[in-house]
């Protein structure tokens, strides 16, 4: 078996018994192992990288049932994609992201002239990997909206780590270090809303709100599901948590979370997943 120093991929069976196990290179960041469902076809799709502080650079392989690699995504910029999230979509295409270093004056808050900040660049790509839609973050979310601070560099102001298409067919992202979701429109590019953090445009009607969050999940009852880290929650705590949202009314309603206590605390990492039997699956991250 893998020492607890080996990178690599593992599915285990409900009584924790390996059922697959794929070792990887050292000094390589392994990812984002799930199973994704194209057109009714079950796929695994993992991430393998190199990291840089809080993100990474590499490729997503895709397997079929027989673990057979099938198909690679990633950006092709040099640098390459991000370790976070790949969302294959049933029209062939995928959405990936990547963190892009740009220079930037950070004088005006205390860090270097000659800065640089970790913009996010996302895309969507077609089955030639053809780039069809993309979108940069500095471009819509302002600098001054992250909770980090502004005299670092590199400033890793968004820190993009979910994407997911949501019912009409436009883009939701989750960037913890804006504590934010926001919305994103498909064809035009344009923010659609933004939900938590400092440009937060909603009302939580009876919850005290997500911070510094992971995992947003959009369930076919149209609720929202994510894994709050709870970073700035007094005192910090973490949970799971679905909420009801009205996109007319800019409000929403926690309609369950898990635990409802205080007594669990990740920082960061984490997932919440809803499963087609109706239960959560909750990974804890750093405990």
């Known amino acids: 078996l893998m020492s607890s120093a080996d990178p690599g991929l593992m599915i285990v069976d409900n009584s924790g018994e390996p059922v697959y196990l794929q070792p990887t290179a050292a000094g390589q960041f392994v990812t984002d192992f799930k199973r994704q469902v194209v057109n009714g076809m079950p796929y695994l799709t993992y991430y393998v990288g190199t990291p840089f502080g809080g993100w990474a650079y590499g490729a997503y392989y895709v397997m079929d049932q027989s673990y057979t690699i099938v198909d690679t995504w990633t950006i092709h910029d040099g640098r390459g994609a991000d370790e976070h999230d790949l969302l294959l979509l049933d029209n062939g295409h995928a959405l990936l992201f990547t963190y892009v270093p740009v220079a930037a004056d950070l004088s005006p808050y205390g860090g270097p002239a000659q800065g640089t900040i970790m913009d996010i660049y996302l895309e969507e790509q077609d089955a030639a990997k053809n780039v069809v839609f993309s979108w940069r973050a500095s471009d819509h979310l302002p600098l001054t909206d992250t909770y980090m601070a502004l005299s670092e560099s590199p400033l890793d102001y968004a820190h993009t780590n979910a994407v997911a298409l949501d019912r009409d067919g436009n883009i939701l992202i989750s960037s913890r270090n804006l504590s934010e979701i926001t919305k994103i429109n498909r064809q035009t590019g344009e923010v659609m809303w933004r939900l938590g953090g ?3 445009q909603f ?15 959009r369930l076919a009852t149209g609720h929202l599901l994510l894994f709050d880290n709870g970073n700035r929650h007094t005192p910090p705590h973490s949970r ?3 909420y009801e949202i009205d996109e007319a009314t800019k409000t929403i309603t926690r309609t369950w979370h898990y635990p409802g206590d205080q007594s669990v ?19 804890w991250g750093a405990l």
Do not use: C, K, W, Y
């Open 203 to 217: 009302t939580f009607t009876n919850d005290i709100g997500f911070t510094f969050q992971h995992a947003i999940q």
């Open 265 to 283: 605390f990740s920082p960061f990492m984490a997932n919440a997943q809803r499963l087609d039997n109706g239960n959560t699956l909750i990974g």
């Open 198 to 200: 400092r440009s937060n």
């Open 240 to 242: 799971a948590v679905e």
